[in-house]
Every structure is written in C-alpha cells, then in structure tokens.
C-alpha cells in the first residue's frame, strides 16, 4: 500500500459544486501539505500543517479550505469549485524534509 | 518574491551523454535543496538532497551546490531513455521552521535512444 493515499484519483465536476479531496498517510509525519500543479508551472502550495491544531495558508489559499481530522489525514475542499481550478493537485508529508508525494487527483471542473 | 528559476527546455541528450540541469535561487538564506524527477501525470519524487556547497553523488546522480552564487545542478551520467521525465528544483524558503519549499517550474528533459 502506498505511503500518502489520495482520493479520488481523478474526479469531473461542474462549475459551483463542493469538492473534497482526501489524503491519507502512514508514514506518521507531522507535517501535510496540499499544493495544485498546472501545466508548465511549478507546485503551488495551497494549506499547511504541521499537526491538527496548527494550520497555515500558503500561496494560493483563496478558494480552498482544509481540514485536519487527524495526524494521519489532510481534507482539501473547494465550497464552489470554478474551472481555473482545473489542475492536478498533490498531498505530500514530511517529518522534516524531504517532502514526500501522493499520487495526485486529476480534477477538472466544467 | 522568492523564486526559483529553472530552463523549462526540453532539454535533448543522447543516450550515454552526460545531462546537466541548473537551478537558480533567489534567497541567500536558503539552506536545503532537492531535485525532484516527475514522469508525466505522475507525482514529484526524490532523487537527490543536498545542504552544503560543493558535490554529492549518488548512482549516475550528482548534485552541485554554490550558495555564494545562488545556483546548484544536477548532473546525470550515462543518461538512459527512462531518464526522460521532467526535473524540479525545490528550495527551502529560508529562515523558516516551517520546511515551506519554494519549487522551480522544472526542465523537461528528453534522452534520445
């Protein structure tokens, strides 16, 4: 079994629906991250958090909301998804560095 | 802004040639590095960290670091066709104890059989 889960792997959803993408991980780290990826740019961090009490927004955190329900799990919502936010998102942990990656959930929105 | 900058490419080596990629910073603060391969559609993973200047090899692998002029690379020797992915650099964004890294938009690098 893999390390840091992400579900759903892919997901097609319409404009203004609430999406939730979850992340699991078994690798006991502290410290989840959620970043989105789109074509030709680099990873975009999104939340973070380094234990369930202690969550920060990070560059792109506008639109997004997360959830951490426990060491082990890190929820990124969209409440009203909107089509620029068709991109490839990622889960990872660390304990310190380095970063470790899920395997991605392919969202597009219509 | 701190950024990370990288040569999108693709960057085109023969098979058995020696491919470099580089990686520039703009935060003298910053103290670790990474060099992350990515294959299309898949996730980021790590192929090499390093947190001083000079060299550090690992396999077909070698990292350089220059922190007096903010850069470090990535060399791989005897490339293989399955060296063909896309390449990201990550910096750490310095001062922090937060481990937030700071990601170049990556290299596509393509070795030709």
């Known amino acids: 079994d893999a390390d840091v889960t992400q579900t759903p792997r892919n997901r097609i959803t319409k404009t203004g629906k609430r999406i939730m993408l979850e992340c699991s991980q078994t690798?006991?780290?502290?410290?989840m991250y959620w970043y989105r990826q789109d074509p030709g740019l680099g990873l975009q961090l999104i939340y973070y958090s380094f234990d369930v009490k202690d969550i920060n927004k990070g560059e792109i955190s506008d639109g997004y909301s997360v959830s951490r329900q426990a060491q082990a799990k890190f929820s990124l919502s969209l409440e009203s998804a909107i089509p620029n936010q068709t991109a490839l998102y990622f889960c990872?942990?660390?304990?310190?560095?380095?970063?470790?990656f899920g395997d991605g959930t392919r969202l597009s929105i219509l | 802004q701190k950024e990370v900058e990288q040569n999108s490419g693709p960057l085109s080596v023969p098979e058995g040639a020696i491919a470099s990629l580089n990686c520039t910073y703009s935060d003298r603060g910053s103290q670790s590095f990474f060099w992350y391969r990515q294959y299309s559609g898949k996730s980021p993973e790590l192929i090499m960290s390093i947190y001083s200047n000079g060299d550090k090899e690992d396999g077909r692998f070698t990292a350089q670091l220059n922190k007096a002029s903010q850069y470090v690379s990535l060399l791989i020797r005897d490339s293989q066709p399955s060296d063909s992915a896309t390449y990201l650099c990550?910096?750490?964004?310095?001062?922090?104890?937060?481990?937030?890294?700071?990601w170049g938009a990556g290299t596509k690098l393509i070795i030709k059989p």
């Open positions: 990550a910096v750490d964004l310095a001062g922090g104890s937060n481990y937030q890294l700071i």
């Open positions: 690798k006991g780290h502290d410290r």
């Open positions: 990872a942990t660390s304990d310190s560095q380095p970063q470790h």
